[in-house]
């Protein structure tokens, strides 16, 4: 019998299942506390907030759930409903073709049916139309304005370059008419670098950034436990916690046949609520305290994702007219992998890998699949990594209850096949399989004689290990690779790996054996810009900046738009007090888009580079806008401090200089002795 008592009264269950909360469920909405509070204060704080994180990290429901409730409480606040750039609502304008498509979809969020607006009406248009709220001093209330999902604005339709920065723009002049205005985007993380290309065409103020990442092990605790408050029903002691980690618990089936158990740090909110409804509508109605019997026999995560995978398919082959053995197979053949791994597919005109797209939308509706928008395409895969091996289970299951054959098993685990197994555990961060993997691969092609191949797994063993930290094995493994490159006389080969041990030590801080590597790869391969420039970056930080402003330059040789040699020149060249120069190169940098460290100093130096043109107010913002993405970055804490010193503020600068010296990541040795020096001229003109 299915259980009727909850917080919200007969009907709904204490967890909302595979969905966004609402508004309206913020009572069953815990393990946020902090996160809400935070974007809350940033909202209010500042003029342009982000909150991003990877897709079903529980963004919506945080700010639906954790977010509103807080803020509808405050004195002084105007909340607009949240806004979109997908789905219009009805009859919100006035008929006729809107000037931008995206404005008409936020309009139509914002507007009040029934009250429809003249077309062409802008952004800054319809907010300063509206009754403006003071408080009993008369000051103006906060406009608060969310705009969910704002990746759409990248990914829908992207040939609309211009349409965008229209809209873009008319957000802006409404930033700018509108001080009270304050904005909050949500946005998925694949999409953070691209809006970061927009800030300064958006505000001139800096953004705040708020990240929000899957559960933590207390805060999902706090989401298993604290919805039954209210209700007939609780966990019996250690049980919730059993459950957590069963949550944060993923089996894979390797190639060889062997399982391997990961227990991830966090666990996914989506699998939390699938669970936890599963848990709440399987056990009977006249159980009171939830204990270690009960959960083995109706809190089975494997369990609960198969029968939410078995009504996902019968609602879509009801949605859809499609058979339900032909969704299953669909299911399983394009997004389980032959290597137990979660696969994608393109969304295609009509199709997706031979299946009509509306059943890919009814998936994605009922939180099966998720959708990413990249590469000018849309890319569907599972929702969770934890729905592998309920799909196995239960299509074996569907079809040996109706006499069907089952479905080819893995392919053999050839040498091959362990490899790319390897390489895709790697993306997922399972290192231990990857590891496996790797090693079984090598062991197959020494047995068979196939140097080449061996070599290139001995490579990706050195990205392994490498991408844990090991530097030791990433070295040992690299070298071996060398070794067989060499024998085979593949210079293209060659020159990669002694690159990737030139990253190596890199890594370690050996920056002069680092430049030798990359010179020797230079020598076997000169127009490989990637040598280049690693040499360039090589040099710098070990103390020979001039070289590196050369190197830089040949890079840009052979590739007029390589943003990394734009953005070291720019940063030697702001280093070496031509200011306008490094600016020319700084820019462009930026713009082309860099890795996120380098973006982070390639800001610093920009701001370097505005305060010696006497540009302090841009220096401010860009500043800001770097200790934003790193708060005790080193080499920004150093600029910084060089910043404070040419303001004739000596006590600051001193201050930012000696933190810089205990910041992390260290100071390369150039840019010890640079932050060294300036200490040592502040402290003598202090006596």
Not at 3 to 22: E, I, L
Request: aromatic share 6%.
């Amino acid at each position: 019998m299915k259980r009727a008592d909850s917080p919200a009264g007969p009907g709904p269950g204490p967890y909302v299942g595979p969905r966004p909360f609402r508004q309206a469920e913020a009572d069953r909405f815990f393990g946020r506390r902090l996160e809400a509070r935070d974007a809350a204060s940033l909202w209010l704080g500042d003029r342009v907030t982000v909150l991003h994180g990877p897709a079903a990290a529980g963004k919506t429901s945080l700010l639906h759930a954790g977010v509103l409730p807080r803020l509808s409480r405050e004195a002084g606040v105007d909340l607009l409903p949240v806004g979109g750039l997908g789905h219009q609502p009805a009859r919100p304008l006035a008929a006729g073709p809107p000037r931008n498509g995206y404005s008409f979809a936020l309009l139509s969020h914002w507007a009040q049916l029934g009250q429809p607006l003249p077309v062409g009406t802008s952004i800054a248009d319809f907010l300063l139309s509206r009754p403006r709220r003071v408080s009993e001093q008369g000051d103006p209330h906060s406009v608060l304005a969310a705009i969910d999902q704002f990746e759409v604005l990248f990914t829908a339709f992207p040939a609309r370059q211009e349409e965008r920065g229209e809209f873009i723009d008319e957000l802006a002049t409404a930033l700018r008419q509108l001080p009270a205005l304050k904005l909050l985007l949500v946005i998925n993380d694949d999409h953070v670098a691209t809006l970061r290309s927009y800030e300064r065409r958006l505000s001139p103020y800096p953004f705040s950034y708020v990240r929000l990442d899957a559960l933590g092990p207390e805060a999902a605790l706090d989401a298993v436990i604290q919805p039954l408050a209210g209700t007939a029903l609780s966990f019996g002691t250690g049980v919730a916690e059993e459950l957590v980690d069963r949550l944060r618990t993923v089996v894979y089936t390797d190639l060889a046949g062997e399982s391997a158990t990961i227990s991830n740090p966090l666990v996914e909110p989506l699998l939390l609520q699938i669970v936890g409804t599963e848990l709440w509508s399987s056990l009977p109605a006249d159980v009171a305290v939830i204990t270690p019997d009960e959960l083995h026999a109706f809190g089975d995560t494997d369990q609960a994702l198969a029968r939410f995978y078995d009504s996902a398919v019968r609602a879509v082959q009801l949605e859809t007219g499609e058979s339900e053995q032909r969704l299953r197979a669909w299911i399983e053949s394009a997004f389980i992998t032959e290597h137990g791994t979660r696969g994608t597919a393109c969304r295609g005109v009509l199709m997706t890998a031979g299946m009509a797209n509306r059943a890919a939308d009814a998936f994605e509706q009922r939180h099966l699949l998720t959708a990413e928008h990249r590469a000018r395409g849309t890319w569907y895969q599972l929702s969770q990594d934890a729905m592998i091996a309920p799909i196995w289970q239960s299509n074996r299951a569907w079809r040996a209850n109706r006499g069907l054959d089952v479905m080819p098993g893995p392919a053999p685990a050839t040498p091959t096949a362990l490899s790319a197994a390897a390489a895709a555990a790697l993306a997922e961060g399972n290192f231990r399989s990857a590891h496996r993997f790797a090693g079984a691969a090598a062991v197959g092609y020494r047995a068979a004689g196939d140097t080449r191949r061996l070599a290139y797994t001995l490579v990706l063993q050195g990205d392994i290990a490498r991408t844990e930290g090991d530097l030791g094995t990433a070295e040992e493994s690299l070298q071996a690779a060398l070794s067989a490159f060499t024998v085979l006389q593949d210079r293209n080969s060659t020159a990669r790996t002694l690159s990737a041990l030139a990253d190596v030590r890199f890594s370690a801080g050996d920056y002069l054996t680092a430049a030798q590597f990359q010179r020797e790869a230079v020598s076997q391969l000169p127009t490989d810009v990637d040598a280049l420039i690693g040499l360039g970056y090589a040099q710098w930080y070990g103390g020979s900046p001039a070289d590196a402003e050369a190197t830089f330059t040949q890079a840009l040789g052979w590739d007029a738009a390589a943003a990394r040699a734009f953005g070291g020149r720019g940063q030697v060249l702001a280093e070496m007090r031509e200011y306008a120069t490094a600016l020319a190169d700084l820019d462009p940098a930026i713009a082309f888009g860099l890795p996120p460290a380098e973006e982070i100093d390639a800001r610093s130096a920009r701001a370097l580079a505005l305060t010696g043109l006497g540009r302090g107010e841009e220096a401010e913002r860009e500043l800001a806008a770097a200790r934003t993405q790193d708060p005790g970055r080193a080499r920004t804490l150093r600029r910084a401090g060089r910043i404070a010193a040419m303001r004739d503020q000596p006590a600051l600068a001193a201050g930012e200089i000696e933190r810089a010296l205990l910041g992390s990541p260290p100071l390369p040795p150039w840019d010890e002795a640079d932050a060294r020096r300036l200490l040592a001229t502040l402290r003598d003109e202090d006596t």
